[in-house]
């Protein structure tokens, strides 16, 4: 079992940059690929990233693609999310997600229901 928690979200302005992280518990963090979801008002939740267990291989939401990065440190149990020219729709808590399974269609990792854990998530504002 892994416990995840997420930190540094906060308030930006448009076209600005943002750094969230998720922190796992447990040795075995690297047995997990990785997923970061968000959810604003109203709205399902909804994928963003996933990297693989030993951070080679991302995929992304083609709404980020190209503005955030998805890494991770499997020495400090972490996993980051690099946002950079942020804009208002990006408004939502992001939400960080750890998977025990494989598939070799990436287009699983898009849905929540093939994630185990998931942390309490974290408001990410954008304003105009």
């Known amino acids: 079992q892994v416990q995840l928690v997420e930190s540094g979200g906060g308030l930006v302005q448009a076209g600005g940059s943002l750094r969230v992280s998720c922190a796992a518990s447990?040795?075995?963090?690297?047995?997990?690929?990785m997923g970061w979801f968000r959810q604003a008002p109203g709205k399902e939740r909804e994928f963003v990233v996933h990297i693989t267990r030993g951070g080679g291989t991302t995929s992304y939401a083609d709404s980020v693609k190209g503005r955030f990065t998805a890494s991770r440190d499997n020495a400090k149990n972490t996993v980051y999310l690099q946002m950079n020219m942020l804009k208002p729709e990006d408004t939502a808590v992001y939400y960080c997600?750890?998977?025990?399974?494989?598939?070799?269609?990436?287009?699983?990792?898009?849905?929540?229901?093939?994630?185990?854990?998931w942390g309490q998530g974290t408001q990410v504002t954008v304003s105009s």
């Open positions: 997600a750890a998977t025990e399974r494989y598939y070799s269609n990436s287009a699983y990792y898009t849905q929540t229901e093939n994630y185990d854990y």
């Open positions: 447990g040795r075995t963090f690297r047995s997990y690929g």
